[in-house]
């Protein structure tokens, strides 16, 4: 295993991605719950773009678990989901999130880099905020377009570097992911740079959201300042006006074959 990837993989066990909102890694049902009413709020999108109950019935491999909300999401959908993560925390977590809501999934420590998986083994990838932070992001790409069956789909998540999130980060120079630091490999994208990343796909559809909203992960002055001014000011303009600058760059890539599912 790479420098790298070492000092990735202990930052994620150490820095699960959502739990500053619940004070800590949850250990019971009543503090995912927590979690996850969260989640569904701040990540509103999520069903709507990715409809989950589409994949009823599929494989479904996702890579980057972390504490297992959408591997939930996918299994109660009916999908046959495959959970992978770096971190021995997100495993855990994920696992013990399946055990809480009765529901079954293969989960394991595995690098998105080294797919342990043979060629056409999936009907749809779904890597969610994941490439951005790998130490070889075409090296990924590759091997999720290789573990797809033909037709099969690739659902992912980058970060977007004309985004209004981005500017903030320059501008008030905070940390993107944590406010105790943030990994030791992040990426910001263009439009451009994804569609060349995804050149291999037969077709690409892109879109962009992950817009401002009131943050319980922050704190302090500036976390003060984004809740009581920024927010409503963005709010108040019109969505079409700040569509072009979504922080989420969404992905849809299917595998040469067919128009996918």
């Avoid at 993989?9 to 004070?23: A, L, N």
């Avoid at 922050?218 to 000011?233: C, D, E, K, Q, T």
Wanted: glycine content about 6%.
């Amino acid at each position: 295993m790479s420098r790298t990837r070492e000092e990735s993989t202990r930052y994620w066990d150490q820095h699960p991605i959502g739990v500053e909102i619940i004070g800590g890694m949850p250990t019971s049902i009543e503090e995912y719950t927590r979690y996850v009413d969260y989640y569904d709020h701040f990540y509103e999108y999520k069903h709507r773009v990715f409809k989950y109950e589409k994949y009823s019935g599929k494989s479904v491999l996702e890579i980057g678990c972390g504490l297992g909300i959408d591997t939930i999401k996918f299994a109660r959908a009916g999908a046959k989901i495959t959970a992978i993560d770096l971190s021995t925390t997100a495993v855990k977590s994920t696992q013990r999130l399946l055990e809480y809501y009765h529901t079954g999934a293969e989960v394991k420590k595995m690098s998105v880099e080294e797919l342990d998986y043979a060629d056409e083994s999936f009907d749809a990838v779904y890597a969610y905020g994941v490439l951005m932070h790998v130490e070889n992001e075409e090296k990924a790409v590759r091997e999720i377009y290789r573990v797809l069956k033909y037709g099969g789909e690739a659902l992912v998540v980058l970060y977007h570097r004309f985004s209004w999130y981005w500017l903030l980060v320059k501008l008030t120079r905070t940390k993107v992911e944590s406010e105790t630091g943030d990994p030791p490999v992040i990426r910001v994208h263009s439009v451009k740079g994804v569609r060349r990343l995804f050149r291999n796909f037969s077709k690409v559809e892109i879109s962009l959201e992950r817009f401002p909203q009131h943050t319980r992960r922050r704190r302090g002055i500036m976390a003060f300042l984004f809740n009581r001014f920024f927010v409503p000011a963005i709010e108040a303009v019109p969505k079409a006006w700040i569509r072009p600058f979504g922080w989420h760059i969404i992905v849809k890539a299917v595998k040469e074959g067919s128009e996918g599912y």
